[in-house]
């Protein structure tokens, strides 16, 4: 093999080994930089937010059974349905309740007559006493067979009113308005009287519907000298921050539970869209006021430590330093900064966990916005990390 041939054989070896060892060799960031979001520190206007588990519960709840006992003929309803109060769920065999009544009515109507005959007799019985026709003991037994009989008609009246009540009763309608659960007896089933082992069905009401919730004996000062009642609930999933429903504070203890150390709370939420259920276990944000801070971060700005909480600062040459602050409290997105930084600092929100002290970085995005409030403005209670 020639020279010249060798060398066009070579040439693009060579080239192709230049190339696949530039590709092999990613290039370092601009300046061994790493990139990083970051936001400003800043006194701003924060919403004072108290949070705990909760759990849902209807505000009213009815387990309808039967007041008098008979064979179901009618159910009234469909599973699962939204009910009014008095509206009808079950009808039971009427007629012996009709005939009973027809009794009654029948026994008191003949009691009454034989009343009116005998007070009759005891009138015309006094005029013949007066007259001296008639012995005294015999007008006293006219007069008692009169009252007798006045007793006889009061009873046949009870039981009269009873009848048409077993009557009315035979029609079972819900107590309140509500939705209701699964019946739990079929046409053609007989029931009992107030058996409470026989229930029919559940009606619970869901709109509105209740939140309980219990602070700690920690939130006491928070709550002391502040109009509770009546600030704004957030209800969020208790497995994501979900938004489930808002709602108004409506009840606080006025004492601590000595078993727990808690106090009890209770929020009021329209839940018109049904999206909270009785039974349901809940995360509740208490917003209790709008206050002003000195200085609050993104809560994605602290890191917890092993020493505890920290944020890394950026300074003016681009690098980094480790700066332990002490957390007030969280507020949504916020925390609110008691010592460790101050107003204007800049805080790394995003990238923090490939940096170390003395790290330079450059800014890939500008501080973010969380929801474009402006300093000075009030931010909804809004669901924490």
Same mark, same amino acid.
């Given at each position: ?144 067979? !009169? /009252? ?5 008609? &009061?009873?046949?009246? #009870?039981?009269? +009113? $009873?009848? @048409?009540?077993? %009557? ?98 209770? !929020? /009021? ?5 049904? &999206?909270?259920?009785? #039974?349901?276990? +809940? $995360?509740? @944000?208490?917003? %209790? ?97």
């Amino acid at each position: 093999m020639t020279r010249s041939s060798l060398g066009r054989v070579i040439a693009p070896a060579l080239m192709l080994y230049a190339l696949l060892t530039g590709c092999a060799k990613p290039q370092a960031p601009r300046g061994g930089r790493v990139s990083v979001t970051v936001a400003k520190a800043e006194s701003r206007v924060v919403p004072l937010v108290l949070s705990a588990p909760g759990s849902v519960e209807a505000i009213q709840s009815a387990t309808v059974h039967a007041q008098v006992g008979g064979l179901v003929t009618r159910i009234a309803f469909t599973e699962g349905d939204e009910v009014r109060a008095f509206q009808l769920l079950f009808q039971l065999d009427p007629r012996p309740f009709s005939a009973a009544l027809a009794q009654a009515q029948g026994v008191f109507a003949r009691d009454r007559a034989s009343w009116v005959a005998a007070q009759a007799i005891a009138e015309r019985g006094r005029t013949m006493l007066a007259q001296s026709l008639i012995a005294p003991q015999d007008q006293e037994q006219r007069v008692a067979a !009169a /009252e007798a009989l006045r007793a006889s008609v &009061t009873s046949d009246s #009870g039981a009269m +009113v $009873r009848a @048409r009540i077993d %009557l009315e009763n035979a029609a079972i309608r819900s107590p309140i308005r509500g939705r209701t659960s699964e019946a739990k007896v079929h046409v053609g089933d007989l029931v009992k009287a107030n058996a409470t082992d026989q229930p029919l069905v559940d009606v619970n009401q869901l709109a509105p519907i209740r939140v309980r919730f219990t602070l700690g004996a920690d939130a006491i000062d928070a709550l002391r000298g502040r109009t509770a009642a009546g600030a704004l609930v957030h209800v969020y999933s208790a497995n994501t921050d979900s938004l489930l429903a808002d709602g108004k504070l409506t009840f606080v203890d006025h004492a601590l539970d000595p078993a727990t150390g808690t106090v009890l709370l209770k !929020a /009021e939420c329209a839940n018109t869209k049904g &999206t909270l259920w009785p #039974g349901e276990s +809940v $995360r509740v @944000r208490l917003v %209790l006021a709008q206050e002003k801070v000195a200085c609050a971060v993104p809560s994605a700005a602290v890191t917890l430590g092993q020493q505890g909480p920290f944020t890394f600062v950026m300074q003016a040459d681009s690098t980094v330093k480790m700066q332990p602050v002490r957390v007030q409290r969280d507020a949504g997105d916020w925390s609110v900064i008691a010592s460790g930084l101050m107003p204007g600092d800049i805080v790394v929100t995003d990238g923090q966990f490939r940096l170390a002290p003395g790290a330079k970085v450059v800014v890939r995005a500008p501080a973010p916005s969380l929801g474009a409030t402006a300093p000075g403005k009030p931010l909804p209670g809004t669901p924490g990390r």
